[in-house]
């Protein structure tokens, strides 16, 4: 391994982060290398630096101050009877399924719509005026029925088209 | 009972917390208090505050205790709550523009009566103090996320997945950090040798 690769890797190595071959290998290097071997030395001062920091102890009416503290709080526990609630939507089947009938549901019902939409459309066309009709009606590959307003256009563009000819 | 207790794992006791076995909460808090307080304190550098959020962490659990999931471990789930308050608290320090270090009197007369050693002489006690201080100061002085990742893996000695649970951050970002960290304390704390 070389010096670059090694110091890139000191501080998993410091922390015991490495894989086993890797933790190896760098432990060799550093037998030989006395520049990463130094490198390594400073890092390790510095790790035991830290040490100088030491720890505070709690004061002995820590949990007393804390049950004070939970009594006198306004804000409850969620009822523990909900618990079941939320570790049965949390689950990833559960949000997985009810995300499917979800988009089955809203396909189905919106199905129905539109198909209950067309038949009173159909239903009402009397009650349209009969050039309306003629348009919601025409379906665009069809041939134009005779003697409607498409039929007419039609014919003008036809006309028009052969007095520039 | 309290014996009996004493053996149990920090999942179940937060399973019996859940339950409204206060017992089992107090053993829960007896067993981490210290670690949480020492967190906090290396974290933003402040006794009197840090007590108070220790504090604030352990009303945290008491109140999602029903809704802790055992498949994390209970370290890490503290950990987490730990360490977003202290985020929290910072920023709020943050906004105020003045985040105080503790006085001279305050602190090292505290730390040293707290840790003092028979076989030590007062000239040692007092650096020792200092080098205290000043990792205190070199801590301080790192960025917030460097500072978490790095008191993580020297006080409490967790992996780098552990850290990045608590962190919400990749295993990769852990490790970056704390390359950074180390380089970042290496050069504050140069003056040891000086």
Redesign the interface.
């Known amino acids: 391994m070389k010096c670059r690769q090694v110091q890139n890797k000191l501080s998993a190595f410091q922390d015991g982060e490495l894989r086993p071959e890797e933790h190896e290998k760098v432990s060799k290097h550093l037998k030989s290398c006395m520049a990463c071997r130094e490198r390594y030395a400073e890092m390790e001062k510095v790790w035991q630096a830290l040490g100088y920091f030491k720890e505070i102890p709690p004061e002995p009416e820590f949990y007393g101050q804390l049950v004070k503290k939970i009594n006198e709080s306004p804000e409850p526990r969620s009822p523990a009877g909900f618990q079941w609630v939320f570790q049965f939507f949390s689950a990833p089947w559960v949000t997985s399924s009810l995300l499917i009938a979800g988009i089955l549901m809203g396909t189905f019902f919106g199905n129905m719509l539109v198909k209950s939409d067309l038949i009173s459309f159909q239903q009402n066309q009397a009650a349209h005026s009969q050039a309306a009709v003629e348009v919601f009606s025409l379906k665009a590959f069809d041939p134009i029925p005779p003697g409607t307003l498409g039929d007419r256009y039609m014919r003008m563009a036809s006309s028009g088209e052969e007095g520039r000819r | 009972m309290t014996k009996k207790l004493e053996s149990v794992s920090s999942e179940d006791l937060m399973a019996k917390t859940?339950?409204?076995d206060e017992l089992a909460f107090?053993i829960l808090?007896?067993r981490h208090?210290?670690s949480v307080?020492?967190l906090i304190?290396?974290y933003i550098g402040d006794?009197t505050k840090?007590?108070d959020l220790?504090?604030e962490t352990?009303?945290r659990v008491?109140?999602a205790?029903?809704?802790y999931?055992p498949k994390a471990k209970f370290t890490t789930w503290i950990y987490s709550i730990t360490a977003n308050l202290c985020l929290n608290e910072l920023r709020l320090a943050k906004g105020k523009k003045f985040i105080p270090l503790e006085t001279e009197g305050e602190g090292e007369k505290?730390?040293s009566e707290?840790?003092s050693d028979a076989s030590q002489s007062p000239e040692d006690l007092l650096l020792?103090e200092e080098?205290?201080r000043?990792?205190?100061e070199a801590?301080q002085s790192l960025p917030d996320s460097q500072r978490m990742a790095?008191i993580l893996?020297?006080?409490e000695n967790l992996?780098?997945a552990e850290i990045a649970k608590v962190m919400e951050c990749s295993v990769s970002a852990v490790?970056s950090l704390?390359?950074r960290a180390?380089k970042n304390?290496?050069e504050k704390?140069i003056l040891?040798e000086r």
């Open positions: 859940a339950g409204g107090e808090v007896r208090e210290t307080l020492n304190y290396r006794r840090a007590r220790a504090q352990f009303v008491w109140r205790a029903d809704r999931q505290e730390s707290t840790h020792a080098r205290g000043q990792v205190s801590l790095l893996k020297r006080y992996s780098y490790e704390l390359v180390k304390l290496q704390l040891f």
